[in-house]
DNA sequence: CATATCGTGTAGTATTTACTACACGATATG
DNA sequence: CATATCGTGTAGTAAATACTACACGATATG
């Protein structure tokens, strides 16, 4: 279920160590601050996900979009979620409506949005 | 902290009963399926907000918008967070843009990709 | 070849979440 | 005035979440 996520993050981790050497799975669990063996069986699979700050901090480590690293482990950002939480109705019904439409639609509302056509 | 949530929720159920004596707390927590020494101190904030399946039942019975409920509870709903989580970049993204901009805004936009202007 | 680093196995634990069960005295109802 | 319903107080608990600590044998390094 979490595979996805275990998968990415040992195939992330592996390619960067390919390069530097310096993404050993005890380095990256130093850096993100977290056990080596903990580390070692999330990227088995044993262990689900952690928690929203380790997700981030592995990702900022492996050069990853954290909200990508945090959607495969099933989480939305406490930071994005309280941008819905503080307008629930608004973003609730454009999410809905937005849902079904294509990746092209919504990318041009964004451009439309940050070139203040409105 | 969650006085907000709370405090709506009594009120909700008081004007509810009000009206016709079917909202006393024992029935609204029968038909949510919860303690009604539950629900009284989740009323009086004693208790922190319960699950999101027992809000939405809440929210259901007492006619308030599930998701404005949830929100007073800091939740965003499943449903809404496995949206973003499908296209974590785009929504990501859409949601920090949109963030700052004023509710007309952002509801003329989903009024437009209703209405399939693109 | 000593030692440093590697990934992993076992065995926990503290905290939070999300509740239930039961009993009580107060109030309303028939 | 008996009894039904009311809201609430006390005392728990099961499960999930989010980890740590330590030890081990394998491999790499100087």
Same mark, same amino acid.
């Given at each position: 279920m979490t595979r996805n996520? @275990?998968?990415? &993050?040992r195939n992330a981790r592996l390619n960067k160590n390919a390069e530097s050497k310096d993404f050993s799975l005890r380095k990256v669990a130093a850096r993100a601050e977290l056990e080596p063996s903990y580390l070692s069986k999330i990227e088995r699979g044993t262990e689900a996900p952690p928690s929203e700050d380790k997700i981030k901090a &592995?990702?900022?480590d492996l050069e990853i979009e954290p909200d990508v690293l945090l959607a495969m482990a099933? +989480? !939305? @950002? +406490?930071?994005l979620q309280d941008i819905i939480i503080k307008r629930p109705m608004l973003f609730g019904e454009m999410l809905r409506e937005l849902k079904q439409m294509p990746d092209r639609a919504i990318l041009k509302i !964004? *451009?439309? !949005? *940050?070139d203040g056509e409105w």
């Open positions: 996520f @275990s998968d990415f &993050l &592995l990702a900022i099933g +989480k !939305v @950002s +406490k930071e !964004v *451009r439309e !949005v *940050r």
